[in-house]
């Protein structure tokens, strides 16, 4: 049975909140039809073999906080009707075959971002200043694409990562599904919270992060092809854990003012 049948015209799917389909070896192309379930506020659809591009109808998901698309055979570009899903929290786009350049949209429209993984896809361009606007961003993937030109100067504008202690609180406060917002807004009593989860490249081998949100923040943009020195501005997040800018074509001296930045537990 095509298990995305439940999306099409069907109204008992209207009121659909979370949909995990993640590892079940689903096949084919994603369904145009996410406008039935327009309610939902987390979709994983990870570790699948899905294939063809990402629909425009997505873009009608406009309540959605967490979009994981990671581990398929997705191609072409990420579609401009997404940027009408200025909620997200989390958007997890990983080791799929995506390409062209990081739409500006990504960092105007997508402010409330904390997680955003592009890592290992056919990703091209410099990458855009507009990705300084994400103040609440913690976790940054672009590792293993094809970007050039130099890193933007204007990191030190991510808020998030510029102070030494995670405001657990505020984090926990926006990341509220079932407990908060399924009561709320659906009347849905469901007794528990859906926890997010990673696959973070950890000093040199991927590992599995649950609520990675309230333990690192971590910036890798490593196996791509950026060019120039490494921007004094890195230096001004204090609260980096992690940093790979490994197998590049970097050159010049690593700031000395790197010393500085007293949570660095890897760099690479």
């Given amino acids: 049975s095509d298990l995305f049948s439940v999306l099409c015209g069907n109204v008992t799917a209207t009121n659909l909140a979370t949909l995990d389909l993640s590892d079940n070896q689903l096949k084919g192309q994603l369904p145009d039809c996410w406008k039935y379930v327009h309610r939902l506020l987390f979709l994983d659809l990870s570790n699948n073999q899905l ?16 979009l994981v698309l990671r581990n398929n055979s997705l191609m072409g570009e990420l579609p401009s ?70 890193i933007p100067t204007c ?41 997010l989860k990673v696959i973070w490249m950890w000093k040199g081998a991927d590992r ?27 230096t001004c997040m204090h609260g980096l854990v992690s940093l790979n800018l490994s197998r590049n074509n970097l050159s010049g001296e690593i700031p000395s003012e790197i010393g500085n930045l007293r949570s660095l537990d890897s760099l690479d």
């Fill in 51 to 66: 294939s063809g591009k990402i629909p425009i109808s997505m873009g009608t998901l406009v309540k959605l906080e967490a």
């Fill in 81 to 150: 009707s997404l940027k009408n899903c200025n909620n997200l929290i989390m958007l997890d786009v990983s080791e799929n075959m995506l390409s062209g350049r990081i739409p500006s949209w990504v960092g105007e429209s997508m402010q409330q971002l904390i997680i955003l993984i592009m890592r290992g896809n056919h990703f091209s361009g410099n990458l855009p200043f507009h990705l300084c606007y994400l103040k609440r961003i913690q976790l940054l993937d672009l590792s293993r694409n094809k970007f050039s030109e130099g």
């Fill in 155 to 195: 990191l030190n504008k991510f808020k998030a990562l510029s102070e030494e202690n995670i405001d657990r609180i505020e984090i926990e406060s926006r990341i509220h599904w079932y407990n908060t917002t399924y009561y709320e807004n659906y009347s849905i009593y469901s007794g528990g919270s859906y926890a």
């Fill in 208 to 234: 599995s992060f649950i609520r990675p949100e309230l333990i690192l923040q971590s910036i890798d943009l490593s196996c791509n092809y950026l060019t120039g020195e490494i921007p004094k501005e890195i």
